[in-house]
Each structure stands twice: as structure tokens, then as C-alpha cells.
């Protein structure tokens, strides 16, 4: 079993800046790649970025150059530093982690999602 725990959403102006961090903890064999969604109202989840365990990137088109995403394998977790925020941006974001967890015989797959964290940009 592998829990997510975000942290670090919130309300803010359009132009301002929030961190989100999200905690994977559990019978981790190993972690690959680690990311951001967001679903605003009305519309669908969508990739927002992604790192993988080698530290390559990937961004959604809206968001590149404003978004960056890093990860701490020690601590198990995943950050998202969101700058120049505007009102588009509002959404929950989630995270997911994807990796292995031990099993009884061999690792096995896991893709675990958070329960999202609200991000609200003002205008």
C-alpha cells in the first residue's frame, strides 16, 4: 500500500507563486516517475508535469516556463514550484507516484494518486 500526502495548496493572486509537495510513503520497492495533474470544474484531469527517476521532465504546454518540478529520492517526494499564476490556473491538483512495491514473489506495479490539493488564482 503506498499513500500520498500534498501539501502547499491555496489561494493567491494572479502573478503569485505557491510550492506543492507531495509524500509518497509505503512498501516502496522503487519509484519511477513522479507528477502533477489538475482538473479544474467542468473539464477533464490533465498532465501538468512530470519527473522521472533519471530527472527527465515533461511539461504541459500551458504551464512550461512557469512550472518547474523537482524530486527528493531520499525524502520520497515530489515538488511543484507554480510562478506567474493566472486565473486559468485554478484547479485541484493531484499527484501521482508510479513505481514498484516488494511482493511476494516479485515487485509488483503500483500507480497511487493524492487526494488533491486546491489551487485558486485570483484575478
Known amino acids: 500500500q503506498v499513500q500520498l500526502v500534498e501539501s502547499g495548496g491555496g489561494l493567491v493572486q494572479a502573478g503569485g507563486s505557491l510550492r506543492l509537495s507531495c509524500e509518497a510513503s509505503?512498501?516502496?520497492?522503487?519509484?519511477?516517475?513522479m507528477g502533477w495533474y489538475r482538473q479544474a470544474p467542468g473539464k477533464q484531469r490533465e498532465l501538468v508535469a512530470q519527473?522521472?527517476?533519471?530527472?527527465?521532465?515533461n511539461f504541459a504546454d500551458s504551464v512550461r516556463g512557469r512550472f518547474t518540478i523537482s524530486r527528493d529520492n531520499a525524502k520520497n517526494t515530489v515538488y511543484l514550484q507554480v510562478n506567474s499564476l493566472k486565473p486559468e490556473d485554478t484547479a485541484v491538483y493531484y499527484c501521482?507516484?508510479?513505481?514498484?512495491?516488494?511482493?511476494?514473489?516479485?515487485?509488483?506495479?503500483?500507480?497511487?494518486w493524492g487526494q488533491g490539493t486546491q489551487v485558486t488564482v485570483s484575478s
Open positions: 509505503g512498501s516502496m520497492f522503487s519509484i519511477n516517475a
Open positions: 519527473i522521472t527517476s533519471g530527472g527527465n521532465t
Open positions: 501521482n507516484v508510479r513505481g514498484f512495491v516488494r511482493g511476494k514473489v516479485s515487485p509488483q506495479p503500483f500507480d497511487a
